[in-house]
């Protein structure tokens, strides 16, 4: 089992500090379970790449575990645990790597907080649920994936595939948050029963989830994994990251989006902001086009009818939304010509994407009130600075306007997983601050029935880009 890191850093070898370990030796530890050898196969200052090798003994494991859980007389010796990654290559990163997994960093303290260029690299990585898993659990925390799909055996094609993966993660990222990542979600991709399950995992798991799993779209599938299925413990974990008791997040998210539906549906708003955005990207001549955060691929849909769209890009963080999108749009049965026009990604807006870039024109409808507050400045970074298309088109709901739903209870956001809502005022005071920065120039208009004193239910700006930035970023 073998784990590799590294880095283009300047220097690289600053990969040595990092993970406390001296690219010049070899070292070994000892584990309950076996042993871990620590050695880098190049350490240059261009170039660093630090090895951990796992040697599970299987003999050591058996005597372990007892015999109480082989389902034949052999399997405690016979099993794959000494070739795949699973919750023994946590245990050993949190031994091994525990002072870079905890953000300490002697020598180097500033590094600690620094994000560098790293790679990881799992030679056999399990996946219960196909490469599809593997996807939903690294690509909203801003990972790029290689994925190779291992044959069951090589001299035999015809046996088909493995559930084992060579997967190469790259990211600019802190080391500490790579190896986080790491140690939480291993074992969730892994399907056997977990090494260390016990009593204190609510806390681990907390400890080194913190806020990327709150904002994870699969978190429910992480804290349900990571715990084994252990309901009663998986509640507990989702119930201190969500602040509240909820046992069937799915059904909820349902019936949340069904009360901002119903909140919405006098009005068919949700069609009217579509048409509004659609309308808007026809005036502006835009052929190729964003949509980020599609959801389910509403607006899709309608751009897909018409023929000036000749690239569309549908993008969400979510996974299943854009399964539902797919659906939606046919896109399996789509005659050739009109399926080369749509791509659907999945990626978060809170990372830069290359694959974003060299668009006309971007939709983000009703998207930026999910995100956290705090956040907001990633997803202008990302859109405004690095993506840059010519027209951007934001809507959000106008807070205001919420006093004309008697439904809604006041102080009361439309949809439960809206982080703000915010005023005309705050909408466009934020707007015009983020056109100033980045050479936009920005005009707003109201969507839907306007009220004389709260204005209309729903807002949108219209950024113009007004010149070639010179200082794009890179
Ligand atoms: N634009 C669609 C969906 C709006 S709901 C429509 O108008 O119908 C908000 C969408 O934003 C959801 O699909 C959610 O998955 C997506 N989203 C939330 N955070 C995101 C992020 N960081 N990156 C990309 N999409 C995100």
Known sequence: MLLTISTTYDPATD??????????????????????????PEATAVSCTAALMLDIDPIKLSRQQGGDQASFALQPYVNNRPYVASS????????????ALNGRCKDRPELVDTPIPLQAKIATLPSHDGESLLHRLFTPLGYTLHVIHQPLDAQFPEWGDSHIYTVTLT??????????????????????????????????????????????????????????????????????LTEEDD???????????????????????????????????????????????????????MLLQESQFKAIVGMDVSYRSLELAAERLKLERLPERQRERITLLHGSLLYRDQRLVGYDAAAVVEVIEHLDAPRLAAFVQN????????????????????????????????????????????????????????????????????????????????????????????
């Open 383 to 474: 859109v405004f600075a690095f993506t840059q298309p010519q027209i951007v088109l934001i809507t959000t709901p106008n807070q205001e306007y919420n006093v004309m739903w008697p439904s809604l209870p006041a102080q009361k956001f439309r949809h439960r997983d809206h982080r703000f809502e915010w005023t005309r005022a705050e909408f466009q005071t934020w707007a015009t601050k983020v056109a100033d920065t980045h050479g936009y120039t920005v005009r707003f208009t109201p969507i839907g029935p306007e009220d004389e004193t709260v204005g209309a239910p729903s807002q949108m700006a219209i950024f113009t880009r007004e010149h070639i930035d010179e200082n794009r970023t890179p």
């Open 247 to 301: 046992p069937d997040p799915e059904a909820t998210g349902k019936q949340h989006d069904q009360e901002e539906t119903n909140a919405e549906s006098s009005l068919g708003l949700h069609q009217q902001r579509l048409q509004a955005v659609l309308d808007m990207l026809k005036a502006s001549g835009a052929a190729r086009v964003l949509d980020l955060g599609c959801g389910e691929g509403r607006l899709l849909r």
């Open 171 to 240: 990211h600019t990222i802190r080391l500490r948050e790579l190896l986080t990542h790491l140690y939480v979600l291993i074992p969730v991709l892994d399907d056997e029963k977990h090494y260390w399950v016990g009593a204190d995992e609510v806390d681990k798991l907390l400890q080194k989830g913190e806020s990327w799993l709150t904002d994870h779209p699969e978190r429910e599938e992480i804290a349900h994994r990571f715990l084994r299925r252990q309901r009663r413990l998986t509640r507990a974990a989702l119930a201190q």
């Open 15 to 40: 990969l040595g500090y990092l993970l406390h370990k001296h690219p010049d030796k070899v070292q070994t530890f000892s584990l309950s379970f076996g042993r871990a050898h620590v050695f880098y």
């Open 88 to 99: 023994f290559l946590s245990v050993a990163i949190a031994q091994v790597y525990g002072t």
